[in-house]
């Protein structure tokens, strides 16, 4: 039997954590540790950590559903799990990076914080597939909230005809988000003040 009321509990949930969690990531994101006298090390070690996570994210997500479609839906629940903690550790480490590391340019070859004319002739236009990568992965990161919660709400709930519906629009751009993760750290990689 449907559980409507399960649904119902947690609608006011996903509202919420879908608006703190964009919203907070954005106000840590902005905070120096630096500018309140706290004198740590940048995180540098972060960033391929992160990035791997996201890669993990993506293999987690396709055996998912592989496990789901042979009628494994114990593994596909495990691995639903595993995937938003693995998002959540990545949120952990990338704020915690950025709170402690100053932004990096994509093509700031010699790490001084400023694309000049010479650094932008030489990367050219790939700095606007960059770009695109980069602000189609952030929206899609923060629309991809709440569609996960509810995806994974609906299942808990047992309305799995409306979760098989939602969860058709919730991987591929899930999936999306997770490579995207991974293609952006390895096209700013270079760029990294060492």
């Not at 500018?35 to 994210?57: C, H, K, M, R």
């Not at 694309?115 to 002739?121: F, G, I, P, Q, T």
């Not at 992965?137 to 005809?161: E, G, M, N, Q």
């Amino acid at each position: 039997m449907e559980d409507h009321s399960l649904e119902k509990k947690y609608n006011k949930y996903i509202i919420a954590v879908s608006i703190v969690i964009p919203v907070l990531v954005g106000i840590l994101f902005a905070i120096k540790l630096k500018d309140f006298g706290i004198n740590v090390e940048p995180l540098s070690f972060l960033p391929p950590i992160y990035a791997s996570t996201n890669g993990l994210t993506a293999i987690v997500l396709v055996a998912a559903v592989i496990a789901v479609k042979n009628g494994k839906l114990k593994l596909h629940e495990r691995l639903m799990t595993f995937a938003i903690a693995l998002s959540l550790a990545f949120l952990a480490m990338y704020v915690a990076y950025h709170m402690t590391a100053d932004s990096t340019k994509f093509g700031d070859i010699n790490h001084d914080g400023i694309l000049d004319a010479v650094e932008k002739a030489k990367i050219g236009a790939v700095r606007y597939l960059y770009a695109f990568i980069l602000i189609t992965h952030i929206l899609l990161s923060i629309i991809i909230i709440p569609f996960v919660l509810v995806t994974y709400v609906r299942a808990l709930a047992k309305r799995f005809d409306k979760h098989k519906k939602i969860a058709k629009i919730t991987f591929p751009l899930w999936l999306y988000v997770a490579v995207t993760g991974v293609v952006v750290y390895l096209m700013i990689s270079p760029y990294y003040a060492n």
